[in-house]
């Protein structure tokens, strides 16, 4: 079964610095990548998915994410964080049979 | 707007009681998933619904329940079995059943057993 290891328990970030989330996955194929976000008390929103193609992808809220197949990652990026971005963030991988998520990165904003 | 309606967002319960949380879908998706959320500990599965009248067991099944008798509902039921229920309790679809489809996430309900 895949695993996914998003190794940063918590990041913090000034407002307006560049950002970037890692996340790192076992699998044996291609696998189905993902990012989402959460805010406290709600449900995940998907910021943007990779199946095949262009190993940099765009998102919403003007992240980006780039597949390194020879590194098994998928790393979440954004130029400049605002303070809006504050949240927590999970990286998934979906194969054949399941979906895993990892545990997760929290994302702090300071001014 | 389509979306996922969980219900209610905060439920208490004293322990030895079973409750249901509600999660309905106007988006018609045919895959229903319900996870369930720890700190530090991402999302784990605890059953899906590919199709109606269908459900499968994900990988915290012990002391859960759910039916699928309508393609737009996919109720969890937390029953006394379940030896820590305390928990944040999220519903998801998807339009395509298989694992390569994205999520679509209802706003949680928050259960608190005492």
């Known amino acids: 079964a895949q695993s996914v290891t998003q190794p940063d328990i918590h990041i913090t970030v000034s407002e307006g610095a560049s950002l970037e989330l890692r996340c790192n996955y076992s699998?044996?194929?291609?696998?189905?990548l993902f990012w989402y976000v959460q805010s406290p008390g709600q449900g995940l929103q998907l910021l943007l998915k990779?199946?095949?193609?262009?190993?940099l992808v765009q998102g919403i809220k003007g992240f980006e994410a780039e597949f390194k197949r020879s590194q098994s990652s998928f790393n979440l990026r954004k130029p400049s964080v605002h303070w809006s971005d504050a949240a927590e963030y999970f990286c998934?991988?979906?194969?054949?049979?399941?979906?895993?998520f990892g545990a997760g990165t929290r994302l702090t904003v300071k001014p | 707007d389509g979306g996922i309606t969980q219900s209610p967002k905060y439920l208490f319960r004293k322990e030895g009681q079973n409750v249901t949380l509600s999660c309905e879908q106007n988006?018609?998706?045919?895959?229903m998933y319900w996870y369930r959320q720890d700190p530090g500990q991402g999302l784990r599965l605890i059953y899906y619904?590919?199709?109606?009248?269908?459900?499968q067991k994900g990988d915290i099944a012990e002391g859960y329940s759910v039916s699928r008798e309508k393609k737009e509902s996919f109720p969890l039921t937390v029953t006394s079995a379940q030896k820590n229920p305390t928990a944040f309790y999220l519903c998801?679809?998807?339009?395509?059943?298989?694992?390569?489809?994205?999520?679509?996430f209802g706003n949680g309900t928050r259960l608190t057993v005492t």
């Open positions: 998801a679809s998807s339009s395509r059943t298989g694992w390569n489809s994205p999520l679509h």
């Open positions: 699998y044996g194929a291609t696998p189905y």
């Open positions: 990779y199946f095949s193609g262009d190993t």
């Open positions: 998934a991988v979906g194969s054949n049979n399941d979906m895993r």
């Open positions: 988006l018609n998706h045919d895959a």
């Open positions: 619904s590919q199709i109606v009248n269908d459900f």
